[in-house]
T-cell receptor, first 112, second 116 residues
């Protein structure tokens, strides 16, 4: 089974940096994903980590520590359009097939 | 198709009626997932298909819910005798091969179900 925890909501100011944390407990780990979801829209893929370390993609970076069951999403130079829900998801490889389980999401509000 | 397509986009139904939700995954994607999202909530896993088989049905809330996938492509989620608590957005996602590591899931726009 899986247990994924992330903060319910966060606030930040335009131009600032924000870090969204995610902790997980799974029976078989096969990768961690971050998705962005704007209100009323489908989730869209942001990043993927399977090995320990930092993956950077433009203003967004994602970090993974498998031994600690911990990841974070780092957003730099925040823009108003970054106001959205950020979903942490873990792929759990067990019994020869994979499931993809999502956390409840972190609602980020960026203010001027 | 270019992306995951779901139909209908909106469905209003009377309590007690049956509904069928359809998902057309991206061509060639073998893995298909159904999720449910209530207002302001996270994604609740319902069922996962690898090809036509469903190795994980653990998320289906009750025996009123069922899903099938034919030809390794289109999937339908059926809810029988709908209840008001079934009201939610039902999201479908597909990925090329769930067994491969760097394969993100692509989401459809969802079906907003309202049971009145």
């Amino acid at each position: 089974g899986q247990n994924i925890d992330q903060p319910t909501e966060m606030t930040a100011t335009e131009g600032a940096i924000v870090q969204i944390n995610c902790t997980y407990q799974t029976s078989g780990f096969n990768g961690l994903f971050w998705y962005q979801q704007h209100a009323g829209e489908a989730p869209t893929f942001l990043s993927y980590n399977v090995l320990d370390g930092l993956e950077e993609k433009g203003r967004f970076s994602s970090f993974l520590s498998r031994s600690k069951g911990y990841s974070y999403l780092l957003l730099k130079e925040l823009q108003m359009k970054d106001s959205a829900s950020y979903l942490c998801a873990v792929r759990d490889q067990d019994s020869g097939y994979s499931t993809l389980t999502f956390g409840k999401g972190t609602m980020l509000l960026v203010s001027p | 198709g270019a992306g995951v397509s779901q139909s209908p986009s909106n469905k209003v139904t009377e309590k007690g009626k049956d509904v069928e939700l359809r998902c057309d995954p991206i061509s060639g994607h073998t893995a298909l997932y159904w999720y449910r999202q209530s207002l302001g909530q996270g994604l609740e896993f319902l069922i996962y298909f690898q090809g036509n088989s469903a190795p994980d049905k653990s998320g289906l809330p009750s025996d009123r819910f069922s899903a099938e996938r034919t030809g390794g492509s289109v999937s339908t989620l059926t809810i029988q005798r709908t209840q008001q608590e079934d009201s939610a957005v039902y999201l479908c996602a597909s990925s090329p091969d769930a067994g491969s590591m760097n394969t993100e899931a692509f989401f459809g726009q969802g079906t907003r179900l309202t049971v009145v």
